[in-house]
């Protein structure tokens, strides 16, 4: 009975007689088979390598889908700092695709249309931009007809004046009364002819002035330190609270100065790699944007997850260990 379940248990795959395999153990049978119990046991070395080539490859897509420590945003991700609240109200030296394209804005002066640059410079104000476009140059065109009609004057023949007509027409009789006020009405309407001329004239020299004059005062073509200051002021205009339209002490006011001041950094640290300095500079701004952020966490939540949707920050560049 033992015998015939010995014969039972092996199979007969391995090509081993059944009267042979119960006397024996798995051993023999395994090596007559061509098989090894070395062979079924797996190699360390190469269990080590396959273990560290798939640790690569996830420390490879954890790096992938980590945000950027200085940017917060996804390596990859070219539209979360575009359309952030941000990234909209800076004022850059070089503007954007889209403020290229856009339609520039028109200023109906008295002289003709005037075509204004998306900003103007620190100071320019409203009153300060019709004084400069609208009334001074109105001001010039008409001393500069005055000008010109005084320059043409030499070579047309002077015009009459009432009292003269008046007392011609006393002791003139009726039928050369009436040459003089023809002569006179067409003397008239000569120096209004001539008189629109120089105005027209005058006024599109002052036209082409005051388009100059705008060209001058486009933000745009200010130095490093007015932009600066400008965005810094559209900053703190965009991120204070209702109740105070310039509040710097504001947490998100501070976070996103210090923002701006990273991204100035960074993007100066692309070309000049080996400026050590800076480089330390951008690591201390860094973590003291994520203390600031840190506290507003504490304090409320809601703050700092608006905030960060509008620096397009990843709560993976705040919270934990910063790298950088």
């Not at 109200?89 to 005037?114: C, M, R």
């Not at 300060?128 to 070579?155: A, M």
Request: aromatic share 6%; charged share 30%; net charge positive.
């Amino acid at each position: 009975m033992l015998k015939s379940c010995l014969s039972h248990s092996i199979p007969r795959s391995l090509g081993v007689p059944t009267r042979v395999a119960c006397l024996h153990t798995s051993t023999p049978i395994l090596a007559q088979a061509g098989g090894s119990t070395a062979s079924r046991k797996r190699n360390p070395l190469a269990l080590k390598k396959e273990n560290r080539q798939l640790k690569a490859e996830r420390a490879e897509r954890d790096a992938a889908r980590k945000p950027h420590v200085i940017l917060g945003t996804v390596p990859g991700d070219t539209t979360s700092w575009p359309k952030s609240d941000l990234a909209q109200i800076l004022v850059d030296l070089k503007p954007s695709d889209a403020k290229e394209t856009a339609d520039p804005a028109e200023l109906d002066t008295a002289l003709g249309p005037l075509q204004l640059p998306p900003a103007l410079r620190f100071g320019v104000t409203d009153r300060e931009q019709t004084l400069l476009l609208e009334t001074l140059p109105s001001l010039s065109t008409e001393l500069g007809t005055d000008d010109i009609l005084s320059q043409s004057s030499s070579d047309h023949a002077p015009s009459y004046t009432y009292g003269g007509f008046f007392s011609e027409l006393e002791t003139k009789t009726p039928r050369e009364a009436r040459l003089n006020k023809e002569k006179m009405s067409a003397q008239s309407a000569e120096d209004e002819a001539r008189r629109y001329a120089a105005e027209l004239e005058a006024g599109k020299k002052e036209l082409q002035k005051a388009q100059m004059f705008t060209t001058l005062l486009d933000l745009r073509n200010s130095d490093a330190q007015g932009l600066a200051f400008e965005n810094r002021r559209r900053i703190v205009q965009e991120f204070s609270g209702p109740e105070n339209p310039f509040d710097t002490g504001r947490p998100e006011v501070q976070a996103a100065l210090l923002t701006y001041k990273i991204r100035n950094l960074w993007t100066h640290l692309t070309t000049f790699k080996k400026d050590v300095g800076n480089r330390r500079a951008l690591r201390k701004l860094v973590h003291q944007r994520a203390k600031i952020l840190k506290y507003l966490r504490r304090i409320d939540r809601y703050r700092y997850d608006s905030v960060l949707a509008r620096l397009a920050l990843a709560p993976e560049s705040v919270e934990g260990e910063l790298v950088v």
